[in-house]
């Protein structure tokens, strides 16, 4: 088992920054492929942001590429998530997810362990 626990959600203001985290335990992190996704109230939950075992490749809604990014520090078990330039439709709640295998994929079906989930609010 894993467990993932989110954490930096917030309220911001239209074109400021978070930057979320997420901390596993249970398995070896450096052996987990790590992902975010969101949902926005009302709507499915959507891919966001997914980046290998060592940090070396990273993919990347087409909605978010150039203003999030995601990076892991495995000496700590966290994954990141920077948002710059947040928008009001950037508005859900966002997903640690986890995988013990290496292939990237955006399918939340693909992902076995989640978190909780944070909230993240932009005001316009």
């Known amino acids: 088992q894993v467990q993932l626990v989110e954490a930096g959600g917030g309220l911001v203001q239209a074109g400021g920054s978070l930057r979320l985290s997420c901390a596993a335990s249970?398995?070896?992190?450096?052996?987990?492929?790590m992902a975010w996704f969101r949902q926005a109230s009302g709507k499915e939950r959507e891919f966001v942001a997914v980046?290998?075992?060592?940090?070396?490749?990273?993919y990347y809604a087409d909605s978010v590429k150039g203003r999030f990014t995601i990076s892991r520090d495995n000496a700590k078990n966290t994954v990141y998530l920077q948002m710059n330039s947040l928008k009001p439709e950037d508005t859900a709640v966002y997903y640690c997810?986890?995988?013990?295998?290496?292939?990237?994929?955006?399918?939340?079906?693909?992902?076995?362990?989640w978190g909780q989930g944070t909230q993240v609010t932009v005001s316009s």
């Open positions: 980046i290998s075992w060592s940090g070396g490749s990273t």
């Open positions: 997810a986890a995988v013990e295998r290496s292939v990237l994929s955006a399918q939340e079906q693909y992902y076995d362990y």
């Open positions: 249970g398995r070896t992190f450096s052996r987990l492929t």
